[in-house]
């Protein structure tokens, strides 16, 4: 059974292919239900876009990290520990700009939400949000967007278990900076992540496309993770566990 919708600025799809292990369309209702709610939830609490949100107020000096939630703090603390780990490149509190925490929020909540699905029973499924992907049972086939052609691919990955996150500048241009100069991260049309799970898939991507051309080394070297990097230009490096499905039958 299938849903989409609309959340957080991008489609958000959700695939079963177990339902008859959860009684029918009517508990994958409800699964779904409770899918979509949280990640809603998340945009109200997360988004630095929404003038109320917990996010918002702490940047305004309303709320003191006492007072935050354990969500957002845990959500922070993963913020600082893979700018540390950078060196700066990964930075949610560039100068000139408010605190913004979604490119760790995004695969954090994602992750949250399978892991509802899962702690519901369900064995096979596949949760997309805006091209980040997790997924549960398998193989799965999941392909990976050609950075120059939209209607490509430049990879089609075999998963069971795992997530698989991309940072490209095709959809939104050069929305990620590097945090040591404030400009533009070079080096790189996009950078895939293979994970056990999106939380570490997701912020990888993001982190390693900030450090630019060295950044490829960098997300290699995480434990768990196997990566796919085009290169400006057109060259192509991928860690040798990047885990390419075989090509279709004939």
């Known amino acids: 059974m299938h849903r989409v919708e609309h ?14 292990g959860i009684d029918g369309a009517g508990v994958f209702e409800e699964r779904a239900d409770a899918v979509f709610a949280w990640l809603r939830e998340v945009d109200e609490r997360f988004s630095p876009f929404k003038e109320g949100s917990e996010v918002s107020r702490l940047d305004r000096g309303e709320l003191s990290p006492g007072e935050l939630s354990a ?17 700066g490149a990964f930075d949610v509190r560039l100068p000139g700009r408010g605190l ?43 392909g ?36 040591r100069t404030g400009h533009p991260a070079t080096g790189l049309d996009s950078l895939t992540v293979v994970a056990p799970d999106l939380t570490l898939a997701d912020t990888v991507a993001t982190a390693a ?8 080394e960098w997300a290699a070297s ?10 400006s230009g057109g060259r192509v490096l991928r860690t040798p566990g990047f885990p390419t499905a075989p090509p279709a039958a004939a």
């Open 71 to 87: 969500d957002l703090t845990e959500v922070l603390d993963l913020c600082e520990e893979y700018r540390l780990a950078t060196g």
């Open 209 to 216: 496309f900030a450090l630019g051309t060295e950044g490829v």
């Open 100 to 142: 913004d925490p979604c490119a760790v929020v995004k695969g954090w909540s994602v992750q949250r939400a399978a892991e509802l699905l899962t702690a519901a029973g369900l064995t096979r499924f596949c949760l997309n949000a805006g091209g980040d992907v997790v997924v549960a049972g398998g193989p799965w086939r999941v």
């Open 222 to 231: 995480r434990e768990g993770c196997e990566v796919f990097a085009v290169l």
């Open 144 to 179: 990976v967007r050609h950075p120059e052609a939209a209607d490509k691919l430049c990879a089609v990955l075999d998963l069971t278990d795992a997530a698989v996150a991309t940072s490209a500048r095709y959809e939104r241009g050069d929305h990620i900076l590097d945090g």
């Open 7 to 20: 959340v957080m600025g991008f489609p958000v799809s959700l695939r079963v292919d177990d339902v008859a």
